[in-house]
């Protein structure tokens, strides 16, 4: 099971970085207004019964490249088996086709087994246009790159096309979620714990897909387990959050970047 969390986030990471390296024109996906007290917040609204739709996602490149702007959060957060032993990722994209602007930002945290302070990493992209710059704290690298750079880059993005794991899903209701109109179906993952005899303490996955686009708004699963009641406990939780779509979204270089680029920054 982590095996196959880590993997995803892999792949993520390398589709983030393909969609903050290269642009992708596309039509904007238009937004539904939320009816009644929709909540936007990332919590559902109120549920509506409706006919059993489709329970397949499209890509989550498919999905991000259908829409004009857009905030996604994804969080993965392991603890144990050992006491204390935690690993932590957080990926925070951003994105505006009108400004031709991305931002991509990686937080990594782990604790080893026995604890201790923990180890923690944060790097920040920023692209706009074909230029790109990266970097943290002090220590920043300015790109600017050709047309046909861009264009490569592109190709990769189309290239990586993947969804987080989905099980057997089972449909529960239209609720509206980030002011989208969303079909909410709950799953659980097979198999947990048939080779390594774990007792499989949670089982809980949840996504809503979009009623128009069917891309993912929102996913959670968290699997936990253990070889014996009290020792060896392993969590694996997982978020996907996608907000702010359609909507304006501010994407600037900050000066540290300005300044690797030579560029005097405008008062």
């Known amino acids: ?14 589709l983030a970085l393909a969609c903050n390296l290269g642009s992708s024109p596309t039509s904007p996906v238009p937004v539904n207004t939320p009816e009644g007290n929709g909540n936007q917040s990332g919590n559902a609204s109120t549920p509506k019964t409706v006919a059993t739709p489709p329970a397949n996602p499209v890509s989550i490149n498919e999905g991000l490249t259908s829409l004009n702007s857009y905030q996604m959060t994804v969080n993965y957060l392991s603890t144990g088996p050992a006491p204390s032993q935690s690993s932590a990722i957080v990926m925070k994209m951003k994105r505006s086709q009108d400004k ?6 990686i937080t990594q945290s782990t604790v080893k ?7 923690t990493s944060e790097t920040d992209t920023y692209q706009i246009g074909n230029d790109q710059c990266s970097g943290s ?9 050709d047309p046909n750079q861009t264009e490569m880059l592109e190709l990769l993005k189309n290239m990586i096309g993947l969804t987080p794991l989905i099980d057997n899903p089972t449909f529960v209701a239209q609720e509206t979620v980030n002011g989208i109109p969303s079909n909410h179906f709950t799953f659980k993952v097979s198999g947990v714990g048939a080779k390594s005899g774990a007792v499989v303490n949670t ?3 949840d996504y809503w897909l979009a009623v128009d686009g069917q891309y993912i708004v929102k996913y959670t699963l968290e699997i936990k387990t253990s070889m014996d009641p009290k020792t060896n406990v392993l969590d694996e939780q997982i978020s996907i959050n ?3 779509i ?3 979204v501010s994407i600037a270089f900050p000066k540290s970047c300005l300044v690797a680029s030579k560029v005097t920054p405008t008062p």
Request: proline share 7%.
């Open 1 to 14: 099971m982590k095996k196959k969390m880590v993997l995803f986030l892999s792949l993520l990471v390398m």
């Open 100 to 105: 031709d602007a991305r931002y991509l930002q």
């Open 113 to 119: 087994p026995g604890g201790g302070e923990p180890d």
């Open 137 to 145: 704290g002090t220590d920043w690298t300015w790109t600017a790159m």
């Open 203 to 205: 089982n809980q996955g």
């Open 242 to 244: 996608l907000d702010q």
């Open 246 to 248: 359609n909507q304006p």
